[in-house]
């Protein structure tokens, strides 16, 4: 099997991009699993599964405002625990790094911040929703 090395790299700029610890990538009997190791402290394991489907990665129109996207595959949730309230709202001002939803992946969950300064114009998830890499979760003005 040859190995091919600009794919591992990708992965690796993708686990450094998204802040992930580990991610894996089958392509029929190839996988390719890329873990990020800190020495000295425990962290707990996050999975990930990069989507096939390069339209939805390609997708960087900002016609709308700027799009805050999903970093992993998973389900999204827009608070942190049913019934508990929600971590955005339309018309909320957030700040570049503050959480705005969760997105569970093998029972992990992965905080999803805010890539810019700016107010809720609009949440395209719903409560629970399954989302894919790259999908545009929320738009901000």
């Known amino acids: 099997m040859k190995i091919d090395k600009k794919l591992i790299k990708e992965l690796v700029d993708n686990l450094k991009e998204f802040e992930l610890t580990e991610l894996e990538y089958q392509d029929g009997q190839t996988k390719i699993k890329v873990s990020k190791v800190t020495r000295g402290v425990e962290q ?4 990930a599964v990069v989507s ?10 900002t ?3 700027i799009r805050v996207k999903s970093p992993i595959i998973g389900t999204a949730y827009l608070a ?8 955005v709202e339309i018309g ?27 107010e ?9 929703q ?8 929320v738009l901000l003005k």
């Open 130 to 137: 399954p989302v894919e890499f790259g999908q545009t979760l």
């Open 44 to 47: 707990s394991k996050t999975g």
């Open 80 to 87: 942190p625990e049913p019934g508990a309230k929600k971590f």
């Open 92 to 118: 909320d001002k957030v700040k570049k790094g503050q959480t705005i939803m969760i997105v569970e992946a093998m029972k992990t969950m992965n905080h999803v911040p805010s890539t810019n300064d700016g």
């Open 63 to 65: 016609s709308d405002g």
């Open 52 to 61: 096939p489907n390069k339209t939805v990665l390609n997708t960087s129109d």
């Open 120 to 128: 809720v114009k609009k949440i395209l998830v719903e409560d629970g």
